[in-house]
């Protein structure tokens, strides 16, 4: 009773249609004689007496059947016998429910052309919890006689249980490959999108890579083929979708605004913006904004602005004082360099609080004689951090003060030199001075990940005292007044103009702080750090509580 005829399930979840004549459909109550024992060379009457001979229509009809039936039933072993590979057929068709989760499964034959059978899967997929989801394929077996038995079997392929299979290939159920989607979210709980933030694309980008398997998403769950190492060759079936993770940042929604706007009319700059009593970073932009992250991971001389760490370690060796006598002439030359001051000026009988807040290059050089060629890279990372590894959250440059000698050594002392820095590590500096204590910048809280963050000493009560002072003249009395000026509160701030060969414009630097934000900005290329940088820092203080 095999023409049309549709066998029920009566306790199982297999069935096979055979819309052919002649195809053969059993029930599955587990009969003796079932589909697995049966001869799978049964002959008809036209069954050729060569046993070399292609299959006989009867031969196609009653081999495909009974090995459609038998794998319908679940009976993988039985359906795998009819093959000339039972071994690999058994792996195969059993991986089906015991990989691929398939659950229930209807074969429907198609009109056999020659050898070869068209059929159509339709199948159930039920993976843990999820509800269970509709597939359906449609696939072809060929009938041949076995050269080797003379036995007429279906010629057993990866491709009969799935035309996209292959050797080496397997279907099967499970998360997706790769890690959850992430939600990059502001400090106060709002999403960060690329599209909002273009300057923030590659920020968000390496934080979701960094930190997904940490977000407490999940993967889609799919039905796919996979390679033997596990990759994903084609995904045939989504169950369900990914769930985001979320991350956490330290940006602050006025204070990235306020970043973002002070570049918006630059070809080239860079800010960032660093809580002094936290670490935390709250607002970071560059110009262009799909362009290098400047503001992170950026490589240049931070000139003058690097004078507060040089002054740091003259209080502290007791070769200067911010109102002690210093001098600032207009020359001085230290290991075969002369070096000079804007303008060649001097100052005449000065501390070194006017130098600092006039910037004066020699002050500082003058005192290369006293200090060992260690010296300034020590005190940089071991009280400013610069130069430690920061675990920021995200792909930083974290400074760098070498160790150099003679003329390298003396201009190093006024940020050229090996020295480089970037608008994050700047702000780390004035932040650093404001607080009195170094906290390493981040901006994904370090609980995530397990990350620890660098550790540095700061600088001493009374250094941080001075270095406040110096900073707060220069900022209102100073080269930093004119970009300071309108701005109320706890304020300090340095300039700086740092030379750079081939340029025909000096690199404007800008660092300092109001209350509880410390801001730094780099404009390349374009001249005095005061009023080209000063204005884009200044900009961002303002958003400042």
């Known amino acids: 009773m095999r023409n049309g005829q549709k066998v029920a399930v009566i306790a199982g979840v297999f069935v096979v249609v055979a819309a052919g004549a002649g195809f053969g459909a059993y029930s599955m109550l587990g009969d003796d004689d079932g589909p697995g024992t049966q001869n799978a060379a049964a002959a008809s009457d036209d069954t050729p007496d060569d046993g070399a001979a292609p299959p006989s229509e009867a031969e196609v009809l009653e081999v495909s059947g009974d090995f459609l039936d038998a794998w319908a039933a679940g009976d993988a072993a039985g359906a795998a016998a009819l093959t000339d590979d039972a071994a690999a057929a058994e792996e195969a068709l059993a991986s089906l429910a015991e990989e691929a989760a398939v659950t229930d499964l209807t074969l429907s034959a198609g009109t056999p052309e020659g050898e070869s059978v068209p059929f159509s899967v339709a199948a159930s997929i039920g993976y843990e919890d999820l509800p269970v989801r509709e597939w359906s394929y449609d696939s072809e077996l060929t009938v041949v006689r076995d050269a080797a038995s003379g036995e007429i079997v279906v010629d057993w392929e990866p491709s009969v249980l799935h035309p996209g299979l292959d050797e080496g290939l397997r279907i099967e159920t499970g998360p997706g490959e790769g890690l959850p989607p992430v939600t990059v979210l502001d400090a106060e709980g709002g999403e960060l999108t690329a599209a909002a933030h273009p300057t923030l694309a590659h920020v968000l980008e390496d934080i979701a890579g960094r930190f997904a398997a940490h977000a407490g998403g999940s993967p889609a769950v799919v039905t796919r083929i996979a390679d033997a190492e596990g990759g994903t060759v084609e995904e045939l079936l989504e169950l369900a979708e990914p769930v985001p993770g979320e991350v956490p940042t330290t940006i602050v929604p006025a204070i990235q605004a306020a970043a973002e706007a002070a570049v918006a009319d630059k070809d080239r700059a860079a800010v960032v913006a660093v809580q002094p009593s936290t670490g935390a970073i709250q607002g970071l932009a560059n110009a262009p904004a799909d362009g290098f992250d400047t503001a992170l991971q950026g490589s240049y001389a931070p000139g003058s602005t690097f004078k507060i760490v040089t002054a740091g370690l003259l209080i502290d060796e007791g070769l200067a004082s911010a109102g002690a006598k210093h001098p600032c002439p207009k020359y001085f030359e230290h290991g075969g360099w002369q070096f000079q ?83 994050m590590t700047m702000a780390s ?101 005061g009023s080209n940088a000063g204005p884009v820092v200044a900009q961002v203080l303002a958003a400042a509580p």
């Open 341 to 423: 001051n804007l303008d060649k000026f001097e100052i005449k009988d000065g501390t070194f609080a006017d130098s600092f807040a006039a910037s004066c290059n020699t002050a500082f050089i003058s005192q290369a004689p006293e200090l060992s060629d260690e010296a300034l890279g020590d005190y940089a990372r071991d009280v400013f951090g610069l130069g430690l590894t920061w675990s920021v959250g995200v792909a930083t440059l974290d400074g760098a003060v070498p160790t150099q000698s003679l003329a390298q050594m003396a201009a190093s002392l006024i940020g050229q030199g090996g020295v480089r820095m970037n608008p």
């Open 429 to 529: 500096v004035s932040a650093t001075v404001k607080s009195g204590t170094f906290r390493q910048p981040y901006l994904v809280p370090a609980g995530i990940g397990g990350r620890e963050l660098a550790t540095a000493t700061g600088p001493s009560a009374a250094t941080a005292e001075e270095l406040r002072s110096l900073m707060h003249r220069t900022a209102v009395g100073g080269t930093a007044a004119e970009a300071m000026s309108g701005l109320d509160g706890d304020i300090g701030a340095k300039t700086g103009s740092a030379e750079v060969d081939g340029q025909d414009k000096p690199n404007a630097w800008f660092t300092g702080y109001r209350n509880d934000l410390a801001v730094a900005a780099v404009v390349p290329d374009s001249g005095h750090g």
